[in-house]
């Protein structure tokens, strides 16, 4: 039976590196699940594969697109739904691996029928952003959607917005949108969840976002600086950069900032993720376990 291996767990885990033995051994690409790293001009700032990384398996999805270009959860599921078609036809196990937690909702799921939003309720919710602020919008969204509120990126006005938009346009709260028809997919998915103690994490956490200081980071954010406008810059790593470049913070209280939001943003991973019963879940370096638990699937 064609199966589908989905590999996720919290920013900086240690993803990349288990998929890519799981890719050896299988022999088989890997399909990118990280919303961000499918832009090439986000290199640095997503930790996306090195250039090591991506000769040692193919990956699809990274790099492939521009922040210019128009990009969401449901063109991803189409678009990879489609390439499963082919994959499956060269090999009956395909693996996924990210931590967009509605990316690879999309894929295992599908993407729920939300309505499109009215003018009015859409100029309502911006009116209110510019004269109450994004905390008086999260603090609605918590009262009419509290399951909501534990999970969106509350540092993400697009979001926070969009599913009060939902709640005022339909007087349903927009979670009750995601839970509608499951759609059925025509092969088996098996999900591996990796997870550290939460000192371990965040130290590798905090590494990380230091190795791409050194990287580059400041130089990569720069060169974006005039599109920061668009959604795929409105991101953990840029976002800081942008206020640094703005005087509001020294470099050092934008480095700061990263890491703090970054441990934020994985809680909120590992609280979407956990919630899901069909995910089995391991510590990255238990790569033997992880090999016999999928054995069953083969």
Known sequence: ???????????????????????????VPIINADSRQIYRELRIGTASPTDEQL???????????????YYNASMYEQEVIALLDTLFSQHPIQLLSGGSMMYIDAVCNGI????????DIRQQMKRRYAEEGLEALCADLKRLDPEHYETVDLQNHRRVIHALEICYQTGKTYTSFRRQQKKERPFRIVKI???RQRDE???????????????GLVDEARC????????????????????YFDGHWTL????????????????????????????RWFHPQESEAILHYLSQYE
Do not use: C
Request: hydrophobic residues 40%; without cysteine.
């Open 1 to 27: 039976m064609n199966t589908l291996i989905v590999i996720t767990g919290p920013t900086a885990v240690g993803k990349t590196a288990l998929t890519i033995q799981l890719a050896s051994h299988y022999g």
């Open 112 to 119: 729920d029928d939300i309505p499109t939003i009215r003018d």
């Open 193 to 195: 969840g990796l997870n």
């Open 201 to 215: 994490l965040y130290e590798r956490i905090n590494a990380r976002v230091d190795e791409m200081m050194a990287a």
């Open 224 to 243: 974006l600086l005039s599109k920061r406008h668009l959604n795929a810059l409105n991101t953990v790593g840029y976002k800081e950069m942008f206020e």
């Open 55 to 69: 000769r040692a398996s193919r990956h699809f999805f990274v790099g492939n697109k521009s922040i210019d270009d």
């Open 252 to 279: 050092d209280e934008a480095v700061e900032r990263i890491k703090g939001n970054t441990r934020r943003y994985a809680r909120k991973q590992l609280t979407w993720f956990k919630r899901d019963e069909q995910v």
